[in-house]
C-alpha cells in the first residue's frame, strides 16, 4: 500500500540516482546555465552521487563546491533553483525564475522572494503572522539574503526546498 500519490516512488536505485542528477543538472541550469555540469565528466557525476549515496561529505563536497562557485564579477548566481512547498495548497511546490540580485544592485532576500512568489506567507504590516517559513527545520529571517540561503542551506541537489506550514497556536 504505497502511498503513491503522496511519495514519489522509485522502484530501484538507478531511477534515484537518475532524478538526483536531473535535479543537480536543473539548478546548473538555473545558476551557470550548464556550464558547470557540461564541464564535469561521468566519473566527477558519479563521485557526487556515491557521495551522496554512501554518506561522504568530503567526496560529494569535492565535486558540489564546483556548482556552488561562481565568478566575482557577478556577485551571485544567474537564478536561485528553488521550490516552494505550502501544507495548505494542493498544488506540489511553486518554483519560477528569480534572481539574487535586484535591478539595482541589492541583495534579494527571503522576504523579497516571497513577497513575489507566495505573499500570503508575509505577515500584514498590521497582521499577525500565520505561518512559518522553514528550510532545513530552521525558521531563518526574512531580511537573509537569497543568495546566502542558496550557497549555505540548499539541500544536496543544490535547490532550496522552502516549506511554508501554519505557525502552531500553542
Known amino acids: 500500500n504505497f502511498p503513491e500519490k ?3 516512488h522509485c522502484h530501484s536505485k538507478d531511477v534515484i540516482e537518475a532524478h538526483f542528477m536531473a535535479c543537480i543538472k536543473e539548478a546548473d541550469a538555473l545558476k551557470h546555465k550548464s556550464q558547470v555540469i557540461n564541464e564535469m565528466q561521468k566519473k566527477d557525476h558519479k563521485q557526487l552521487w556515491m557521495g551522496l549515496q554512501n554518506d561522504k561529505f568530503e567526496q560529494f563536497w569535492a565535486i558540489n563546491r564546483k556548482l ?3 565568478p566575482p564579477e557577478d556577485s551571485g548566481f544567474r537564478y536561485i533553483p528553488f521550490r516552494i512547498y505550502q501544507a495548505t495548497t494542493e498544488r506540489p511546490f511553486i518554483q519560477k525564475l528569480f534572481r539574487p540580485i535586484a535591478s539595482g544592485g541589492q541583495l534579494h532576500t527571503l522576504g523579497d ?3 513575489d512568489v507566495c505573499p500570503s506567507a508575509i505577515a500584514p504590516e498590521d ?3 500565520k505561518t512559518q ?3 532545513h527545520g530552521i525558521e531563518p529571517m526574512l531580511e537573509t539574503p537569497l543568495q546566502w540561503l542558496s550557497e549555505h542551506m540548499s539541500y544536496p541537489d543544490n535547490f532550496l526546498h522552502i516549506s511554508i506550514i501554519p505557525r502552531p497556536t500553542d
Request: glycine share 6%; proline share 0%.
Open 6 to 8: 503522496d511519495l514519489l
Open 68 to 70: 556552488m562557485e561562481y
Open 113 to 115: 522572494l516571497l513577497k
Open 127 to 129: 497582521g499577525e503572522q
Open 133 to 135: 517559513v522553514m528550510i
